[in-house]
């Protein structure tokens, strides 16, 4: 089969697609050499090492004005002109004749919950129900948002939706199998001490990091730190009004974004990970803190119960309480730690990229049957 796959967001885009996408991709190209792949990409990246040289892989460059633009106008002409069976989009599907499309949305988080997105971001994706409805398949990595996009008519019929869940990286792994040495000088270059609660995330105002940090104060170990590892990025969080609070503004460290490099060790020599989001399509960071042997707390709501299972110790993220006494929980029972240590260990194992792949192709290998699902809307001409 000839098999596009949008992949703009590679170098630069949303951090969660492009960790998708580096980990992604080496597994779906071995294990799928008998096709022809063609990567769209973004042309501002042509200067841009493009790590996959087999003769089956070929390299597109597009002009991306939008995602969306792209999606609808651009990429459909190239896959028309190179005669490709399917093309995998990021979100917003292109629709025409002479292709089947795949839309991989990851979550449609701004129905449920418009208060944590700006009204451009809301604006802009108006459009997304009319075209997912007109796609071939779709493609996302929660029952939790499949069932969101039957409530809210982004498709009529189950059979449509693939779940394709993401997997954890191999980087991630406990303290004793990691780098002692960068280890060292991690802990030496963000002021580690022996113990921390850490948090990885985008810092915005659906990290819920503001109760996060309120639960500090009212955590039972006064000297333990919180680390707070991220990017501030669309609707920013106050939680920095928060830290003039004596009790703990000595208490807390921000490292901004870490490098690839350091962000698995960092995970690695945390005490306990903590991530009170509001609202997640997936959650990636508390597998990657199980993979790393830390125990996690996290939010009771969305998707998080249904990846961590009961791998986890569940708080209410309206409740600052809440949240510290999940972790006060973990401090104190050395039997409840080891025990979600092990847990941990076992349920991220479950999630590998080799999965992703192989759940993904099928989906490809599903939207190019001549059976189409009856409730599919016709595509645009």
């Known amino acids: 089969m000839r098999i596009g796959i949008d992949a703009k967001w590679y170098f630069t885009g949303p951090v969660s697609t492009r960790v998708m996408l580096h980990n992604l991709l080496p597994h779906l190209f071995d294990s799928n050499q008998e096709h022809q792949w063609f990567v769209f990409l973004d042309d501002k990246d042509k200067d841009e090492d493009f790590p996959f040289k087999q003769a089956n892989i070929h390299k597109i460059y597009l002009r991306v004005p939008t995602n ?7 990429v459909p002409r190239h896959a028309r002109r190179l005669k490709l069976d399917t093309v995998v989009f990021q979100t917003f599907p292109g629709i025409g004749k002479g292709f089947s499309s795949i839309s991989f949305i990851h979550d449609i988080l701004f129905k449920r919950f418009p208060q944590y997105f700006t009204w451009k971001e809301k604006l802009y994706f108006i459009p997304l129900p009319f075209f997912t409805r007109r796609s071939d398949r779709v493609v996302t990595t929660t029952d939790f948002v499949k069932r969101e996009l039957l409530t809210y008519r982004f498709i009529q019929s189950a059979s449509r939706v693939d779940v394709v869940p993401l997997g954890v990286s191999a980087d991630f792994k406990p303290l004793e199998k990691q780098d ?12 580690l001490p022996a113990d921390f609660i850490l948090f990885v995330g985008r810092l915005n105002a659906r990290k819920n990091i503001e109760s996060l940090v309120q639960a500090l104060a009212l955590l039972h170990d006064k000297s333990i730190v919180l680390v707070i590892t991220g990017k501030e990025d669309w609707k920013k969080t106050d939680f920095k009004n928060f830290m ?68 986890a110790v ?42 992703t792949a192989d759940k993904l192709m099928k989906s490809i290998m599903n939207s190019v049957k001549k059976d189409r699902n009856e409730d599919r809307l016709p595509h645009l001409p």
């Open 68 to 74: 969306m633009f792209s999606n609808l106008f651009i």
């Open 314 to 355: 569940y708080v209410d993220p309206h409740q600052p309480g809440s949240v510290a006494a999940g972790i006060n929980k973990l401090l104190e029972d050395k039997t409840l730690y080891d025990r979600m240590k092990s847990e941990g260990l076992q349920r991220s194992a479950r999630f590998t990229w080799d999965v």
């Open 180 to 191: 002692k040495n960068l280890a060292n000088k991690i802990r030496e270059k963000y002021n």
């Open 244 to 311: 003039e609070n004596p009790d703990i503004r000595n208490r807390i460290r921000i490292t901004g974004p870490v490098s690839d490099d350091e962000i698995a060790v960092l995970f690695a020599t945390a005490k306990v990970f903590c991530f009170p989001s509001f609202a997640e399509g997936f959650g990636l960071p508390p597998l990657e803190a199980m993979a790393s042997g830390v125990p996690v707390v996290v939010s009771n709501t969305t998707s998080l119960p249904e990846i961590c299972e009961n791998a």
